[in-house]
């Protein structure tokens, strides 16, 4: 059975109600729940609506799908990540397990070095035998080299090392998959923070990014890892995954509402083309459905 997008349900709204009152927004704000954007988050956009449709007389679906857009696209967020040429540039990419961090890794690697860039993978996830073999599997593929230690050696020694290798090319981009067991936070916090140490350290200046990948089907959990990992390093970017028409995709508008965390890029598919920088109108579009 066919799920039923927000835009769907938007459209339906308007059919529903023969006019914009109290019920009409207190449905409009339901389906933006059910849209993946969080309860929060959902009230303070349509008491916001509200206001505006009431201050300014604004009336009917086009009128306040327009102002609607207006609020999705002051709350979504979007960076663009270049890294600076003849530079030792350390993007550390993090992400709970399941979530398509090692194949994100290997598309943003295709993606820069098409770009001209020394492109290097950290295979820095020394506890998950999968990840590292995943990732060499995917150098080989790519053409791109892999540093990689034993399996349970300091993840920490493997970005130093990958670090080193970059910066003895003249510069370039240092892609390190990191671990993503949230399950005992406490030890994933303390091992990303000597990680995102060392890197800062070993990063040219300004030349350091955290970005972390979500899966976009994932919803409200997507928010939750954003609030921890952003809690634990503090987060640069997002890059979101699996992320097609069945996907809700309410979840970075509340990361970029609460968490003011831009979005880098998204992951449509899982050759390695399908990834493409994050065009908030576009987004924005897709979640009300323009076009369907």
């Known amino acids: 059975m066919a799920k039923i997008s927000f835009g769907q ?52 679906s086009n009128a306040i799908i327009a102002e609607l857009k207006k609020l999705f696209l ?14 030792v540039n350390i993007y ?9 961090k090692t194949t994100s890794v290997a598309k943003m690697a ?3 070095a098409d770009k001209g860039i020394d492109v290097i993978m950290s295979a820095s996830d020394t506890f998950r035998a999968a990840a590292v073999d995943q990732l ?17 050696s300091d993840p920490s020694a493997v ?3 990958a670090a080193d290798a970059c910066n003895s090319k003249g510069g370039g981009l240092v892609l390190a998959d990191t671990a993503g067991r949230l399950h005992n936070k406490e030890n994933l916090v303390n091992e990303l923070k000597k990680i995102d140490r060392i890197a800062s350290s070993k990063a040219s200046s300004g ?14 959990n997507a928010v939750r890892q954003a609030e921890v990992f952003h809690e634990a390093v503090g987060l640069d970017a997002i890059v979101l995954t699996k992320y097609d028409s069945t996907a809700k995709g309410g979840e970075i508008i509340t990361i970029g509402k609460e968490l003011n965390i831009p979005v880098a890029y998204v992951c449509t598919g899982e050759k390695y083309s399908d990834i493409e920088p994050m065009n908030a109108e576009k987004y924005v579009d897709e979640f009300l459905g323009s076009g369907e």
């Not at 030349?207 to 409200?220: N, S």
């Open 207 to 220: 030349c350091y990014k955290k970005i972390l990948v979500i899966d976009a089907t994932t919803g409200q």
């Open 136 to 152: 060499s599997k995917h150098g080989e593929n790519l053409g791109i080299r892999v540093v990689k230690h034993q399996m349970g």
């Open 92 to 100: 550390m990419i993090l992400g709970v397990n399941g979530v398509g």
């Open 74 to 87: 002051s709350y979504v967020k979007v960076i663009n990540l270049t890294p600076e040429k003849g530079k």
């Open 159 to 161: 970005v130093f090392d």
């Open 9 to 60: 349900k938007l459209k339906s709204l308007f059919g529903i109600h023969n006019k914009e009152d109290d019920e009409f927004f207190d449905d409009l704000t339901d389906i933006l729940i059910e849209g993946d954007v969080g309860a929060k988050t959902a009230v303070q956009i349509v008491d916001c609506l509200q206001e505006e449709c009431k201050e300014h007389k604004i009336s009917g």
């Open 110 to 112: 295709k993606l820069y």
